[in-house]
């Protein structure tokens, strides 16, 4: 029970180890269900399993790819969208066929029956088998915003103020970021496995709240500490404000 945490040495060093451990899953489930974030702390991970997948072969055929959230009203077009990001970095490069992607559509006009729409298909698949996310400097997890009720599973958020700011940093442009779309703590918390992905000295205030302050939806990543099987994955950086260090 309970977050438990891995320190490494740099991005570099965390990045192949959740590369190994999404690799592992792969292997182990040919058939699992894996939510993925996309962002900045992500990046390099993804990176690494392409590789790792293009050099080991598992058979990725049946693994089922979900998105973790998108910016509500942004195209899919746009580089800055997480659907952008996860076919760029992830599903291209691994020849991912699209009936086994399935990401929320920002532009629907009925974002409800998004929501219904995947959390029945979670349903289908007996549930999340690994959730790869990263942490926002808010405490979020995918757009789990501060204050988020945690008995929701996907619905749709006004999104935080340091969201809509920080998010600014994946667009070409300045862009009116409102709402999100994501799953819920709900997910998170039944998943099998949480791999939570943070580096750099900007989130080592967040990670020390998340790890070592109370439980508590104003930091949603708490949430972590009541799951069974999480991870905080974190570089020295990230993990410089931790009063008990591990290694
Ligand atoms: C993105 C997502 C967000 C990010 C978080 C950290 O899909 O779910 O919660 O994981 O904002 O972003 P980075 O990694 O860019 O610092």
Known sequence: ?????????????????????IFNVIREKPTALIALAT?????????SLVNKVIHGKPDVSQITFIGLDEW???PSSDS?????????????????????????????????RECIDMDNLISEKNGIDLMVVGIGMNGHIGFNEPGVDWNLHSHVVNLDTITKTVGQKYFDKVTNLTQGITLGMQHILNARYVLLLANGLAKSEIIKQTLEGEVTNAVP??????????????DVDAASKLTAKKM
């Open 221 to 234: 990543a708490t949430i972590l500490r009541l799951h069974t099987h999480a991870m905080a994955v974190l």
């Open 39 to 47: 962002g900045n702390s992500p990046q390099l991970t993804y990176a």
């Open 1 to 21: 029970m309970g977050l438990s945490v891995k320190i490494l040495n740099d991005y570099k060093a965390v990045s192949q180890f959740a590369a190994d451990f």
């Open 80 to 112: 800055g969208s997480c659907h952008h990001f996860l076919f760029h970095h992830l599903f291209e490069p691994l020849r991912i066929s699209q009936k086994r992607i399935h990401l929320f559509d920002a532009l629907s006009d009925d974002l409800q």
């Open 72 to 74: 509500v009203g942004i």
